[in-house]
């Protein structure tokens, strides 16, 4: 069987919901097939820096607490820049979804056009600034001293590479969003199969060397996953162009359409200035992380409880993207009763599933913290503690995830951006400021700022939805004419 035979067979046995069924079928059925390839993909996502995380570990000695530091530390900015961009996902995931919904599949191709020469153009933008301002970047963020500046060179190291490699991931994140707003989650979960399978393999060899490989530490790390990603994504391009999956891609829809671009940044930049400030809040909890007593080791506990914690928000993400391809295609077919339905029950589902995923943390805490870097009791106590107060929180986090998904199928943006700003600036940098350094309760005021924000950003965003001003679609009701 062919490449493309072997993927058309497999997807058509993974059960992706039909096109009538997405918008007539059982609210709960068809959100489980639309997220567990979701929770999958998010999983099989996190496994790339999961895997990095558990290699550079056992790295000897404090290269291998400063490689973990350093790379989560990383992480928080490359999603600081990819936040600009991927506003524009949700943007096409909005807009392809309601498309869709509507039966207008034309104008959802050009969506994916527009998407994808947006963000590719986009990423080498970012990927160029973001290389050469790495060093900077990094000493603002790490402090002085000589802890700082370790942490700041291993960084260097790691994230320059990852902003050459950018574009791969933006192009990626577009397919993904793409299919999601088309209703097909099963392709985007089959190609990061393949490619974290790969950087699996890659991973130990760059690391640590093998035969002709010299040992490459975080460098190596960082290498194995930009080559796979961009695996990935060329494997993704390839088959919007073969037209397999519903959707097509054609050069003619790359071409700048001046409609299309002003309807996808009027959508997509108060989401990328949401992301924005979210992502920068979370580079800000580096900081603080970096100016206390124990920088080292509560760098490295919140770098490891961080993989941790993506880990177990896959059900909570997948379920939410999920929500948002539901809801906008239900909007797009003038069905406000079942987008409703899908919003509430799916609000229930994400309540209830999170608080079983706390308790379960909450027991395993030390355990999961020592899997990840053992041989560190210090940083598996202080991962353990993370771990512990933020569990407390994680029921009302996924009914905070759920409402923000709403929006994104709903094209609201607008309300996402002001919610996701305000949990992070209004609520968790004041509430970890104060406990950690007014309160002086240091490392555990930071994870306990972090929870109450989380608690307190869930009723916000339960107002924001008892609105209903998410219910207007933002489609037009008749295709253009081009």
Known sequence: MDFNGTYLYLKDKMGKPGKDEMLEGSVITVMLKLAWPLMISSFLMTLYNLVDTIWLGRLPGDEATYSV????????????????GMGFGVAALALISQHTGARMFEEANRDAGQMYMLSILFSLFVGVIGYFATPYILDFLTGSGEEAAELAYYGTQYLQ???LGLPFMFMFFSFSFILRGWGDTITPMLITAVSVSVNIFLDPILIFGFGPIPKMGI??????TVATRGMGAMIGLYLLFKGNLGIRLKLSYMVPDLSKIKKLVAIGLPASLGREGSAFGFVLIWYFINRLPNQEVAAAAYGAGNRILNITFLVMGGLAMAMSTMVGQSLGADMKERAEEVAKKGLTL???LMGIIAITLFIFRN???AFIIPGAPDVIA?????LMIFALAMPFFGVFRGITGILEG???TVQQMILSISRLWALRIPLAYVFAFVLGWYSSGIWFGMALSNVIGSGLALLTYSTGRWKKKVIDKKPRKI
């Open 161 to 163: 590479i990852i902003f």
């Open 69 to 84: 530091g350093a790379m989560g530390m990383s992480w928080s900015i490359v999603f600081l820049m990819m936040g600009l």
């Open 367 to 369: 355990i999961l913290i």
């Open 410 to 412: 709903s094209g609201h």
């Open 219 to 224: 460098q190596g790390a960082a290498i194995a």
């Open 382 to 386: 202080e991962g353990g503690n993370f």
């Open 350 to 352: 994400l309540f209830g």
